[in-house]
């Protein structure tokens, strides 16, 4: 099986996990950036990173305590978005609708 067919017989686990990875990796990017930059910096690739990972901090912060400092939130973010893909992985693995390694026993 060649990629373009095995991305388009498995869009449903692709671009999902593309679209999490890059939120997941963003937010680490916005960890270690902010340790370069203030956190009202005009610079366009701090302003991406706060307006693409923002939406994922305000869903951490409900589960997490308001005393935490913003920087831990942020690394609890990019644990709960690699769980995340961890579970959606292993759900369509079990469902044995994910992708396979070629050779892989099914």
Request: charged share 10%.
């Amino acid at each position: 099986m060649d990629i373009a067919t095995s991305f388009a017989s498995y869009w449903y686990f692709h671009i999902p996990n593309f679209i999490l990875a890059a939120l997941m990796y963003t937010m680490l990017g916005r960890v270690l950036l902010s340790l370069m930059v203030d956190p009202d910096s005009p610079n366009y690739i701090w302003r991406f990173f706060c307006r693409i990972t923002d939406p994922v901090i305000a869903a951490v912060a409900i589960v997490t305590p308001k005393v935490t400092a913003p920087v831990v939130r942020w690394l609890f973010g990019f644990v709960w978005l690699f769980w995340i893909r961890v579970g959606f992985h292993y759900t369509l693995l079990v469902l044995n609708l994910a992708p396979r390694a070629a050779g892989a026993a099914s």
